[in-house]
């Protein structure tokens, strides 16, 4: 099966300008999970996707957005970036939800803002 | 908000030794997770445990809980140095697939 893929890995962006991750999940997996690293935060959890309808969100403003498609896929969205808005940006995805919580993660996005 | 803790922040042994990193955590829990992650790369699931599991082994790693302290510890027996990474324990939040994470253990292993 293949992994968890995120697109693009590289994003290098200013301040004020919006950014779209996107991430494949394994395939048959219908939860996905969006999580931000940082040195100073580590690892803080955005929100999570499941059948299309975000159930758990983080807490983070409202500039951070998401949605899946019906094929599992999502993306996450960031408007009018900050400079700490530089990180990376994980996703991952499991099977069906609570009973299932091994969560498979992707290589992340890097996103840098100037 | 971070609710698992590790302990040591960075540990540094020699090809070979055993290594042993703990987690301390807040608020009860339905299971715990291990994850393991080289230089900024995504992280890779190595073990979960059940609140009603108190030991696990999977190959050269064991894992204990002990929900009455509220900690866990994953150890690695006889390391090598491809197990040089940043370990983090990550507990599930009251609901659904939300992970609350550790600051994590730097690990480096010296040949």
């Known amino acids: 099966k293949a992994g968890v893929t995120q697109t693009p890995r590289y994003l290098i962006k200013t301040r004020g300008q919006q950014v779209t991750l996107s991430c494949s999940p394994i395939s048959g997996h219908r939860s996905v999970s969006w999580y931000q690293q940082t040195p100073g935060q580590g690892l803080q959890f955005l929100f999570e996707?499941?059948?299309?309808?975000?159930?758990n969100k983080g807490n983070f403003p409202g500039r951070f957005s998401g949605r899946q498609f019906s094929n599992s896929r999502s993306e996450m969205n960031v408007s009018t970036l900050e400079l700490g808005d530089s990180a990376l940006y994980l996703c991952?995805?499991?099977?069906?939800?609570?009973?299932?919580?091994?969560?498979?993660f992707g290589p992340g996005t890097r996103l840098t803002v100037l | 908000s971070q609710q698992g803790e590790e302990d040591p922040q960075a540990l540094s042994i020699q090809e070979g030794e055993n290594a042993t990193m703990n987690c301390s955590y807040k608020?009860?829990?339905?299971?715990l997770q291990w994850y393991r992650q080289n230089s900024g790369r995504g992280l890779v699931h190595l073990i979960l445990?059940?609140?009603?599991?108190r030991e696990k082994h999977s190959g050269r790693l064991r894992v204990t809980l002990d929900t009455s302290k509220k900690s866990s510890s994953l150890l690695i027996t006889a390391s090598r140095a491809a197990d040089t990474a940043s370990y983090f324990c990550?507990?599930?939040?009251?609901?659904?697939?939300?992970?609350?994470f550790g600051a994590g253990t730097i690990l480096r292993v010296k040949s």
């Open positions: 991952a995805s499991s099977p069906q939800g609570p009973l299932h919580n091994e969560q498979f």
């Open positions: 608020t009860s829990i339905n299971n």
């Open positions: 996707y499941f059948s299309e309808t975000q159930r």
């Open positions: 990550a507990t599930d939040g009251e609901y659904g697939n939300k992970l609350v």
């Open positions: 445990i059940r609140s009603n599991e």
